[in-house]
């Protein structure tokens, strides 16, 4: 079942230009991180303070269906603020990867899963190494997996 809600937009243009071309070309226009070429996904979720709708687009890290969202804002001390949504509202999202929306269901990985997941998002985008040096908190991988219907 699709998130309904009153959409709320992020506050930086960039974001909002992007998930904008990219929903209205379903992924074909705006379907890469800026300058780098690499592929992204569009992730909507509910947001944990206003319940509203969020969007942002994150390094498409998918195998076997699942995705991982990085949490790691480049390296900077904090977690991005939409961990504080997906934390919050767990069953609350959806991911699109191109034409394709999935509502599903995410988790934070830790041990083995977890070491897994960030060799995966590691291999897609490597600045997150980098980015893991910079702080010292250790960056959540958060897994997307798709709602089982029926």
Known sequence: MPLEGEYEPSPAQWVRDQVEQYERTQG????TLRDTGLPIVVFTMR????????????????????????????????????????????DAISVQDGARVIDGTVRELSGEERETWWQRASAAYPPYLEYQQRTERQIPVILFEPRQHG
Do not use: F
């Open 28 to 31: 074909r226009e705006a379907n």
């Open 47 to 90: 947001g944990h303070k206003s319940g509203k709708l969020r969007k942002v687009p994150l390094m498409r890290v998918e195998h076997d269906g699942c995705y991982a969202l990085i949490a790691s804002q480049g390296g900077a001390p904090t977690h991005p603020s939409w961990y504080h949504n997906v934390k919050a509202n767990p």
